[in-house]
Each structure stands twice: as structure tokens, then as C-alpha cells.
């Protein structure tokens, strides 16, 4: 599903509400959809509101598991000889607010 389904609240064409996936534990996937953005901001509200995911469950359905699906097995998760791309965040009055990212092991900003 959409991660700007989760940030908004609901979709935004009248389509299925990903928050409603979430509770019923079925949502396995979240996409960046057509707002990149809200891939980071979904996860930490799912990590944060009685979603029943944790922060690592939450972002692992906006990096690890997607990866998977996708066949890039080089990449999604914090390991030995993976991509090591990676982002560092803080939550800012309920937003997320990247601090630093780094691609390849190499700091973008």
C-alpha cells in the first residue's frame, strides 16, 4: 500500500485505508507511492500509534521487505556486505527530520 495512505489518514481516492490493513496485521509492504517522503514519516507513525508495529516491524516494511520483493537482496537492512544506505532521523513536533544519510557507506549530508 501507499505510505501517503498511512501519513494522511486514509486514501485520498476512496480506495482501501492502509491503517485498517495495519491493525489487521496484513499490510506487509509499503510503497513511496506518488510522495517519497512519507515512507519515513509512515513508519514512525506505525511504530508509534496502536498500529501493533515496532519501530524495527515498522521499517522493515519500508526497506527490508520491499527490497526482497523487489530481488534487490544487496540492500533494506543494516548488515555485513550489504549497501550500506543508510539515513539517520529524529522525530521534530511529530515529524520526521533527517539528520544524515549515507549511500554506499558514503555520507551524502
Not at 79 to 95: F, K, N, P, S, T
Request: charged letters at 20%; zero cysteines.
Amino acid at each position: 500500500m501507499g505510505a501517503p495512505n498511512i501519513v494522511r489518514g486514509g486514501s485520498h481516492s476512496g480506495n482501501i485505508a492502509a491503517a485498517e490493513r495495519a491493525r489487521e496485521s496484513v499490510l506487509d509492504i509499503l510503497s513511496s507511492d506518488y510522495y517519497p517522503a512519507s515512507l519515513l514519516q509512515a513508519a514512525l507513525l506505525l511504530a508509534g500509534q496502536d498500529y501493533g508495529y515496532d519501530l524495527p516491524a515498522a521499517i522493515a516494511i519500508v526497506s527490508r521487505i520491499p527490497a526482497q520483493a523487489a530481488g534487490l537482496g544487496d540492500r533494506g537492512e543494516i548488515r555485513v556486505g550489504l549497501r550500506a544506505d543508510l539515513v539517520q532521523a529524529r522525530q521534530h513536533e511529530g515529524q520526521a527530520v533527517i539528520q544524515q544519510v549515507w549511500r554506499q557507506v558514503e555520507r551524502g549530508f
